[in-house]
């Protein structure tokens, strides 16, 4: 019997890279993507392709989980979820997603059997942090270090570098002024690409090492190759 991995965050920069790694993975049986709304086209895998029949899409209303939102039984959970104060709209709808939503799957889905976890957290996470960003994330990590998972994984990315479909103004910026610079910024602060998260995520969850780790922006790109 081969795993069964659960990935929240599909659509999104980094969360569609793993999803494309995690349907060519034969360490999977089955993938189930939660989802506020089902895949585009895209993102279907093709017929024929290791990743056909794999796949099983699950449409829920993140605010209702626990709440008769149901999940499959599953091994490993994947979170791919996160978003901005400015495209939330507000402090608190930042934390309905990056606390809240987060949260309430991983113990979800460890209440379904799941045993290793990983998220993308973020550079300076921290529970005490006077920034609010920052304090939501450090919140959100000590929250499900508490749920006793037995592998649990939590990348903290600098920015993502890699083309968004949804609109950040201020991150398109931000690389656009960091990535000429980035041979000469400390490696913590230099932009990460999705694809190399998505990979050390994948490699880190397969490994299963027990305990809680924490994998520095500067680190990721090593656990990328495994």
Do not use: N, W
């Not at 997603?97 to 300076?124: E, I, M, N, P």
């Not at 479909?165 to 932009?191: D, I």
């Amino acid at each position: 019997m081969g795993r069964r991995a659960l990935i929240a965050g599909a659509t999104g920069l980094t969360g569609s890279r793993l999803l494309s790694l995690l349907l060519a993975e034969p360490a999977y049986e089955r993938i189930h993507a939660v989802l506020r709304r089902p895949l585009p086209d895209a993102q279907q895998p093709a017929p024929g392709s290791p990743g056909a029949g794999r796949l099983v899409e699950h449409v829920v209303d993140f605010a209702a989980l626990g709440r008769g939102a149901g999940l499959p039984e599953v091994d490993d959970v994947y979170l791919c979820l996160g978003t901005t104060i400015k495209v939330a709209g507000s402090q608190e709808a930042f934390r309905r997603v990056d606390f809240d939503a987060v949260v309430g799957l991983a113990r979800l889905a460890r209440r379904h059997g799941a045993s290793r976890c990983a998220t993308v957290s973020a550079l300076g996470a921290d529970p005490s942090s006077r920034v609010f960003y920052s304090r939501v994330k450090g919140e959100a990590e000590a929250a499900l270090a508490a749920l006793d998972y037995s592998s649990l994984v939590v990348l903290r990315p600098s920015l993502i570098d890699g083309e968004r479909q949804e609109r950040r103004p201020g991150e398109r910026l931000s690389l656009a002024l960091a990535r000429p610079l980035a041979p000469l910024l400390p490696a913590r602060l230099r932009p990460v690409a999705a694809d190399a998260i998505a990979r050390c995520m994948l490699a880190a969850v397969l490994r299963g090492e027990p305990g809680l780790r924490v994998i520095e922006s500067d680190r990721i790109v090593r656990g990328a190759s495994g």
